[in-house]
């Protein structure tokens, strides 16, 4: 049936059939109300697509339902899709292709593969990280396409209380971006992350003092004669005796986790450096580390005479190729939080994290007016990387740094004159 004007009178008006009901509003043809034999009213907008015959394919989008939509806002919504089949657009192809388009959770799975391909081990599970406890919560639901600059901007400002990591989820999503556009899920050169303004971050320079080396070298005797309490954040709170971690309770700490937080000391690498170091990466002949597999690439890296000779003191395993065994046969230590935490809680050094070990150990030799480059060959950085391939020819100032700097180092770290043992 047709109808002048369709108004709310008219729609309330309308019975249920046997079968669907229509009803069409003159004024603007192809505006319409569907009544299903059970009596649920919503709004339509029905339309030709040219091209496939005489007179096209019919389509027909629901607007929303009646009592959801008033008939004025129905009539708006008709108009504007109205208006897009007049420009050529087919509205009903556009919303079923809109419906099938994946979210961002769903792609989120294609581009965290790409991540583990292509990133680095370390690299790829902070984004895995990053992606779970922020991404999925806060995006994972909706559509690739549909995700704004307000959107992520909203939850980039949700984590303003730690701004490094609410940066770090925004290069996340800049990279995600970019590769949904390559993979043909996003049109346009538009990266809704990029117009993201970022948090400033305070670049972090903790070096230890020479009374700092000296209390964290007892604190790892200690750790390996007599043990360590737990720190504060590893303590149980079980009310059972017999499983409670009190702050009491020593504890004596693996003598490979122990001599990875010396090595880490002695040679200012990179955890991840030390704790996948290899037996066959430890040039003891002519002093080099030659590493394989670090955050620059390849590496080649002084070994200095305290370093080595404390190498030297660590037993091997047949079967394993690492310096510092993990559990498990022929696999390498996975982590040192625990006793990290315990030791430098025990060395009165609770803000002081890991990675600052390898800053102090660049700190000194340049408070001791060595140059930037030598400081630079030390630590592998990637801007000498282009020199690395000749280390072992002409880098014999950098490798006398090494000896000098491990060895005052060792010396503070040393408790033998003090102990007597």
Known sequence: MTISRITKRAVDAL??????????????????????????????????????????????????????????????????????????????????????????????????????????????????????????????????ADVTTVDIRRLHRSLKDVPYIANRLVALLGAFFTFARQEGALKGNDNPARAVDLYPEEARERFLTPDEFRRLGEALTRAEREGLTPAPKYRSTSRRPETAKHADTLIKANQFSVAAIRLLILTGCREGEILSLRWDAVDFERGYLRLTDTKTGRSVRPLSQSAAEFLETLPRFDGNPFVLPGLNAGEHLKEIKRVWYAVRHAAGLDEVRLHDLRHSFASVPASSGESLLIVRALLGHKRASTTERYAHLGDDPVKRAADRTALRIATWLSTKDRDGG
Not at 28 to 41: D, S, Y
């Open 15 to 144: 019975r249920p059939s046997t079968t669907d009901l229509f009803m069409w509003d003159e004024e603007v043809r192809g505006f319409g109300v569907l009544v299903t034999p059970r009596g649920h009213k919503s709004y339509v907008v029905q339309y030709r697509v040219p091209g496939a015959g005489r007179r096209g394919h019919a389509r027909r989008i629901v607007l929303g339902n009646h009592g959801v939509l008033t008939a004025e806002e129905a009539r708006r919504l008709a108009r504007r899709e109205l208006g897009k089949v007049a420009q050529g657009a087919n509205p009903a192809a556009d919303r079923t292709a809109r419906r099938a388009a994946p979210t961002v959770g769903e792609f989120g799975v294609a581009f965290l593969d790409e991540v583990r391909a292509r990133r680095k081990a370390s690299t790829a599970k902070e984004y895995c990280r990053l992606w779970e406890k922020h991404v999925v919560t806060g995006l994972g639901s909706k559509q690739v």
